[in-house]
């Protein structure tokens, strides 16, 4: 059902809710740190508007969703590209079936007007014009001006708001009057390996343990040399695994190997090579058998994980850390 709503004699039609299977599993630090950014404590008070950080893949998105969901909150994801322009993120002209000029309100905007969390994701790739629309609502005041429908629009007191931002070379650099409004700075790291495992079989539940255990070994590895394979790569190279093993009749653990390639391409291969092993296993004939390919696999990863790979989040982040004593970011907080 449509749902509609008017300001200033400006009628809007309002945009719709996100509703996905996500569920954040990892880190309880950062959550409680994007939970005590939109508490409001007191009259007078206004809700922080928190930036979550980290490479891509690592769970930011599910984060923002996930506690908003926990504060019962609708939420609206408005995804930002390079070419995403002010009246995108505000309120766009559209011509309706009787020839008339309509308004239509972004996920932005009607998150501000119902009370809901909005989720700007990746909001780096925006440029400054973008991002010059937000700056009231950004502060104390808390309002957009749409310059297509000529109105002010105040944001509902329990409107929430944070953004994502990933860490490569095809974003902008945000211009500063933005980014001291966008305080806190949320990291989100690499997860622990009981939280991978539980990433892992939380998205993909079909899969066998065996597979959820070898991809979460692997996925480890790559973390300690600070490699940019994430819970995503593992979910989509169980997925591919699961895939190839019932169009060829075989056990999915049979063709993780050719997983790891078809997702990661030959950066994935190299890395399971470089622990000493040159076995690759392409195309549905094989001469070894699965459990004799999975040991050639964690071979090539250096071995079984150790007793210290499998401790505690501390332990954890200082094995990330330990391969580059001059590299002070990689023991960044778990998932």
């Known amino acids: 059902m449509t749902r509609k709503h008017t300001i200033e004699g400006v009628e809007l039609t309002l945009a ?11 880190s309880r630090e950062v959550l409680e740190q994007l ?3 939109w508490l409001v404590i007191g009259e007078g008070d206004v809700p922080l508007n928190p930036r979550v950080v980290g490479k891509p893949g690592v769970g930011k998105t599910t984060l923002g969703y996930s506690v908003a969901r926990q504060l019962g909150r609708p939420v609206f994801i408005v995804q930002c590209t390079m070419d995403t322009r002010p009246e995108d993120l505000l309120v766009t002209p559209v011509l309706n079936a009787e020839g008339r000029v309509a308004y239509h309100a ?3 905007v009607t998150a501000m007007i119902v009370g809901g969390v909005c989720i700007l994701d990746e909001a780096n790739r925006m440029g400054e014009k973008s991002w010059a629309s937000l700056a009231p609502l950004l502060d104390a005041r808390r309002y957009v001006e749409s310059i297509v429908a000529g109105i002010k629009i105040p944001a509902a007191p329990d409107f929430r708001i944070c953004v994502t931002m990933n860490e490569d070379t095809s974003t902008y650099d945000v211009p500063e009057y933005i980014q001291s409004r966008l305080k806190p700075i949320i990291e989100v790291g690499f997860p622990s390996r009981q939280e991978e495992l539980e990433i892992l079989h939380f998205a993909v539940p079909l899969a066998p343990d065996s597979l959820l255990e070898y991809v979460t ?12 394979f994430t819970s995503r790569d593992g979910v989509h190279i169980v997925r591919y695994a699961l895939k190839m093993g019932r169009l060829k009749e075989g056990a999915p653990e049979g063709f993780l190997l050719e997983a790891v390639e078809a997702i990661l391409g030959e950066e994935g291969l190299e890395f399971v090579e470089s622990g000493g092993t040159d076995q690759r296993v392409k195309g549905a004939v094989r001469e070894v058998s699965p459990e004799e390919e999975m040991r050639r696999f964690l071979e090539g990863l250096g071995a079984e994980l150790t007793e210290e790979d499998q401790e505690d989040d501390e332990v954890f ?6 391969d580059d004593d001059d590299d002070e970011e990689d023991g960044k907080p778990p998932y």
């Open 16 to 26: 719709v809710e996100d509703s996905l299977p996500l569920r954040w599993i990892g």
């Open 35 to 37: 939970l005590a950014s």
């Open 106 to 108: 972004s996920g932005l």
């Open 217 to 228: 070994d692997f996925l480890q590895k790559a973390h300690r040399r600070n490699l940019p």
């Open 317 to 322: 982040e200082d094995g990330l850390a330990g």
